[in-house]
């Protein structure tokens, strides 16, 4: 199963990464992949979430992009969780 989250450059990502690789056998995750379209945020949380991805990982991917086709591309699940107005700079 392929989940995407849509506004993954958030605060709050890792702590929804960090859940979501912790159920990743029972619920069959095989890639979790991460959208933003501010090009400055997306790689900060990659950076935390490496960290994250070798402490609790047993196989599942992480993708990151910033094209929203790609990411929902064969999605069983979509999680949304931009701002509108972009949020703060």
């Known amino acids: 199963m392929k989940i995407s989250i849509l506004g993954g450059g958030g605060t709050r990502t890792p702590l929804l990464v960090r859940g979501l690789l912790s159920l990743e056998e029972e619920l069959g995750i095989k890639e979790i992949s991460l959208m933003d379209v501010n090009e400055e945020r997306l790689p900060l949380i990659k950076k935390v979430l490496d960290d994250i991805y070798k402490e609790e990982t047993r196989g ?30």
């Open 60 to 89: 599942a991917i992480l993708t990151y992009t910033q094209d929203i086709k790609v990411c929902m591309e064969e999605a069983s699940f979509v999680v949304c969780t931009i701002r509108v107005g972009g949020g703060m700079r």
